[in-house]
């Protein structure tokens, strides 16, 4: 059985929570949710050693997505650099090209489907490894 992995989930819409909890459910990941910037950035910072990757809501209005990230960014140590995912509904190319320069590793769009979440946690979070994005 794959070890579980455990991803912070930011964002400031409960129904966007829910559904993404309700699409992880039965998967080998342990969701921890947070309702705002602020909070999910205190959490990241608190438990960065148990944190495999971040999906991060861009829209929030007390600390963006981008801002939460570039802290975070800031703040890992160095050899450990987790996949921080923007979770998003700005699809544009010039828009998708600035989450990247900002210090994350991948977008996912909203609105999402169960099938592009696993995906991209796969991509992200290979079976078996500890999390570690490459550089």
Do not use: W
């Given at each position: 059985m794959d070890r579980q992995r455990t991803i912070l989930l930011v964002?400031?819409?409960?129904?966007?929570?829910?559904?993404?909890?309700?699409?992880?459910?039965?998967?080998?990941?342990r969701?921890?949710?947070?309702?705002?910037?602020?909070?999910?950035?205190a959490c990241a910072l608190a438990q960065r050693d148990e944190l495999d990757l971040?999906?991060?809501?861009?829209?929030?209005p007390d600390l963006t997505g981008t801002e939460l990230c570039r802290r975070f960014r800031e703040a890992e140590e160095a050899g450990r650099r987790r996949p921080?995912?923007?979770y998003t509904a700005h699809a544009m190319a010039d828009e998708r090209q600035a989450f990247l320069v900002a210090g994350f590793s991948d977008i996912l769009?909203?609105?999402?489907?169960?099938?592009?979440?696993?995906?991209?946690?796969?991509r992200h979070l290979p079976p078996g490894e500890p999390a570690k994005e490459q550089p």
């Amino acid at each position: 059985m794959d070890r579980q992995r455990t991803i912070l989930l930011v964002d400031d819409n409960f129904m966007n929570r829910r559904l993404v909890a309700a699409m992880l459910h039965g998967k080998p990941y342990r969701l921890i949710e947070r309702e705002s910037g602020r909070e999910g950035l205190a959490c990241a910072l608190a438990q960065r050693d148990e944190l495999d990757l971040l999906l991060l809501d861009v829209g929030m209005p007390d600390l963006t997505g981008t801002e939460l990230c570039r802290r975070f960014r800031e703040a890992e140590e160095a050899g450990r650099r987790r996949p921080v995912i923007a979770y998003t509904a700005h699809a544009m190319a010039d828009e998708r090209q600035a989450f990247l320069v900002a210090g994350f590793s991948d977008i996912l769009i909203k609105p999402i489907t169960r099938e592009e979440l696993l995906a991209l946690l796969a991509r992200h979070l290979p079976p078996g490894e500890p999390a570690k994005e490459q550089p």
